[in-house]
């Protein structure tokens, strides 16, 4: 009823809230004031207190720069750090009034190419970029990144080591093996450039990457040269966050990051099943239908077995290229006391700030 009584923009800035807290002012890319939900209640068997949370305010603030960010916990201006920069993490470690807490954050960072780009149409040109990328050499550059195989990593529900081993065994890095899948589907260096062509066309694409991700930039750099070993020829192209959503979800891009972060699997029924964000545009109407059925599955060992069928199947086709798990690091004041995270939320229900 708000929604159609204010509209779409407005209601955007100032929504109604259903959790412990309402919004009080919004500034876009600024600032959040969010006030004390009285009528909140929560069954969340991770906090004690189940009613209204202690706090009567808080306020929520972006600030892009690391270094800013850190100096301001260290100040006591902020009191909690979300995703706090890793590399800052040693020198919040080392300072006795914050706490820094770690965390595997669930889901992934990986390549995602457009299908329907003639040259990514081909599955053998896909096995060859899995195998032609080398995820040990590409966390080297990422801080607290931990290289993945599968699509459903450690602390997500359904987790399967069995299906992390398979995607890792079934693209193992092998150069090789990868010039010769390029090789088998056409692709060749007939001028000697070291950039492989098809019917005089050279593969050369270009990697869209955010201008706010720092990680992005970093291991771009690393695939574009894993990816001209195998004849690959890959331009940078930094876009804005917003613009780069857009882009990937209209299908006018080549390559570039996935990123999503859940605990629950079910996030793949949007990465692959809806349409604003199918950013591959891998067309499978089947496994769509196993998605949709895989969410309702209360069973976790049935759960689990499900979701595992379905990676087997996004890691056959090499829907995308999985690459790397971040690690969460959350910096608290010890004046906080009380918090509570399950590695995916902070909860608030129990938080008390001591003077």
């Given amino acids: 009823a708000q929604v159609q009584a204010v509209g779409d923009e407005a209601f955007a800035v100032a929504p109604i809230a259903s959790g412990p807290f309402a919004v009080q002012e919004f500034i876009p890319d600024s600032e959040l004031l969010l006030v004390r939900n009285e009528n909140y209640s929560t069954n969340l068997p991770l906090v004690e207190n189940k009613g209204p949370v202690h706090l009567t305010e808080m306020l929520v603030r972006e600030i892009p720069e690391e270094m800013t960010m850190t100096a301001e916990l260290e100040a006591g201006t902020i009191d909690v750090l979300e995703n706090a920069p890793a590399a800052t993490i040693d020198r919040l470690r080392n300072n006795p009034e914050i706490t820094v807490i770690e965390s595997r954050q669930p889901g992934i960072i990986g390549l995602v190419a457009n299908l329907n780009?003639?040259?990514f149409a081909d599955l053998q040109v896909r096995q060859?970029?899995?195998k032609a990328v080398n995820r040990d050499e590409?966390?080297?550059v990422v801080i607290g990144a931990v290289p993945v195989h599968a699509f459903i990593t450690q602390g997500m529900v359904a987790y399967s080591a069995e299906m992390e081993s398979y995607g890792q065994e079934l693209h193992t890095h092998d150069i090789a093996a990868a010039q010769a899948l390029m090789a088998e589907a056409g692709w060749t260096d007939s001028d000697g450039d070291g950039i492989v062509e098809k019917d005089g066309t050279p593969f050369a694409v270009e990697l869209l990457i955010s201008t706010n991700a720092a990680d992005q930039e970093q291991a771009g750099q690393v695939l574009q040269s894993q990816l001209k070993e195998i004849g690959i020829?890959?331009?940078?192209?930094k876009q804005d966050t917003n613009l780069l959503w857009e882009l990937k979800g209209a299908g006018e891009f080549d390559l570039g990051f996935e990123v999503y972060g859940w605990p629950d699997p079910d996030i793949l029924s949007l990465v692959f099943g809806a349409p604003w964000w199918n950013s591959s545009k891998y067309d499978n109407p089947e496994m769509v239908e196993q998605?949709?059925?895989?969410?309702?599955?209360?069973?976790a060992e049935e759960r689990t077995a499900a979701y595992a069928a379905i990676q087997k199947t996004l890691l056959d086709?090499?829907?995308e290229v999985t690459l790397w798990q971040r690690t969460r690091y959350l910096a608290?004041?010890?004046s906080v006391q009380g918090l509570v995270t399950n590695g995916a939320h902070v909860l608030l229900n129990d938080v008390t700030i001591e003077e």
């Fill in 233 to 237: 020829d890959i331009q940078i192209v």
């Fill in 317 to 319: 086709d090499v829907v």
């Fill in 117 to 119: 780009q003639p040259f």
């Fill in 291 to 299: 998605l949709t059925a895989a969410r309702y599955i209360l069973d």
């Fill in 138 to 140: 590409l966390v080297k």
């Fill in 332 to 334: 608290v004041r010890n």
């Fill in 128 to 130: 060859a970029i899995a």
